[in-house]
């Protein structure tokens, strides 16, 4: 059985293109809508806290669920580029549209592959979390 550690880390650091690794890929694979559209009323994890939680098969791939991802209310699609520098994977998340004046949050499930079975920090920009 293999592990994978990975550390939640938020950095400023500037990175360079020479720094990048083509052999990681991944895909935002479904997500929530709006949660204050969604009825339920069991929620896990407070509004004001986005948290993640992954799982690494073995074989190279990663699973990572952002939870409480925030966007626009109506965005037209949700995507992500996913990239590698250093020991450090780089979630950059985007939406196509703003179409409502109002932002909701959502739990992104993503598909990380390519991955090797070693220590990562994992970064994830967010459109409105400057």
């Given at each position: 059985m293999t592990f994978v550690t990975i550390l939640f880390v938020l950095s400023c650091d500037m990175e360079t293109e020479d720094q990048q690794h083509p052999d990681i890929s991944g895909q935002i694979v479904k997500h929530t809508s709006c949660?204050?559209?969604l009825k339920s009323a069991e929620q896990f994890t407070a509004d004001s806290l986005s948290c993640i939680s992954y799982s690494f098969n073995g074989d190279n791939q990663l699973t990572v669920k952002h939870i409480n991802a925030g966007f626009n209310c109506c965005p037209e699609s949700l995507w992500c580029?996913?990239?590698l520098k250093n020991d450090t994977i780089i979630f950059h998340e985007f939406e196509k549209s703003a179409s409502c004046k109002c932002n909701c949050l959502y739990d992104l499930d993503m598909e990380v592959n390519?991955?090797?079975?070693k220590k990562y920090f994992l970064k994830f920009v967010e459109p409105y979390c400057g």
């Amino acid at each position: 059985m293999t592990f994978v550690t990975i550390l939640f880390v938020l950095s400023c650091d500037m990175e360079t293109e020479d720094q990048q690794h083509p052999d990681i890929s991944g895909q935002i694979v479904k997500h929530t809508s709006c949660k204050e559209m969604l009825k339920s009323a069991e929620q896990f994890t407070a509004d004001s806290l986005s948290c993640i939680s992954y799982s690494f098969n073995g074989d190279n791939q990663l699973t990572v669920k952002h939870i409480n991802a925030g966007f626009n209310c109506c965005p037209e699609s949700l995507w992500c580029n996913i990239s590698l520098k250093n020991d450090t994977i780089i979630f950059h998340e985007f939406e196509k549209s703003a179409s409502c004046k109002c932002n909701c949050l959502y739990d992104l499930d993503m598909e990380v592959n390519g991955v090797s079975s070693k220590k990562y920090f994992l970064k994830f920009v967010e459109p409105y979390c400057g």
